[in-house]
T-cell receptor
């Protein structure tokens, strides 16, 4: 069964550094998402992306965050200058259509020191 | 603001028991509700999606119900197995293609 893949599985970075989290959504899916989960807390929405543009973003997704679909397969989340509070598990998800179940990747655990 | 609550936070049952996980939501205009499973260190696996026009969905030993009027959903697991041990999350969607709002999850342990 096709799946969403995320790399790396774990990223450690120093405060102030830029990180890029990578995702390969399922190939025929059109809607892409980033969610995050701080340890012990709820899964929170960051951003949704469709037709090469952001559809919706949360208040968490400030100017330090950006997303890109540089080619036909990858979907990336960039954090420009990481803060300690950005430490979390970041999940990429995709779906073929609205109102379809989301397919999540296994996540990237980001640790900011 | 939409809120999703799951009680209990953790549940431990002996193998073979039938069990119910609860989810409550404040959004009366819910569009759909999804149940996910999360294994430690892994992503979320979609189990069931219930449209607002539906009352329940079934998949194997799992049955999810939705009661919009009371703002509640339940996930029923029949004949539980140790392999069912995981965290179960519910998430509601306010309208098509809007962000999912998640509960904190119920951590289930099925003891052999």
């Amino acid at each position: 069964e096709p799946e969403v893949t995320q790399t790396p599985s774990h990223q450690v970075t120093q405060m102030g550094q830029e990180v890029i989290l990578r995702c390969v959504p399922i190939s025929n899916h059109l809607y892409f998402y980033w969610y995050r989960q701080i340890l012990g807390q709820k899964v929170e929405f960051l951003v949704s992306f469709y037709n090469n543009e952001i559809s919706e973003k949360s208040e968490i997704f400030d100017d330090q965050f950006s997303v890109e679909r540089p080619d036909g397969s990858n979907f990336t989340l960039k954090i420009r200058s990481t803060k300690l509070e950005d430490s979390a598990m970041y999940f990429c998800a995709s779906s073929p259509a609205p109102n379809s179940p989301l397919h999540f990747g296994n996540g990237t655990r980001l640790t900011v020191t | 603001k939409q809120e999703v609550t799951q009680i209990p936070a953790a549940l431990s049952v002996p193998e073979g028991e039938n069990l119910v996980l609860n989810c409550s939501f404040t959004d009366s205009a819910i569009y759909n509700l999804q149940w996910f499973r999360q294994d430690p260190g892994k992503g979320l696996t979609s189990l069931l999606l219930i449209q607002s026009s539906q009352r329940e969905q079934t998949s194997g030993r799992l049955n999810a119900s939705l009661d919009k009027s009371s703002g509640r959903s339940t996930l029923y697991i029949a004949a539980s197995q140790p392999g069912d041990s995981a965290t179960y999350l519910c998430a509601e969607e306010n309208s098509g293609n809007t962000p999912l709002v998640f509960g904190k999850g119920t951590r289930l342990s099925v003891i052999a």
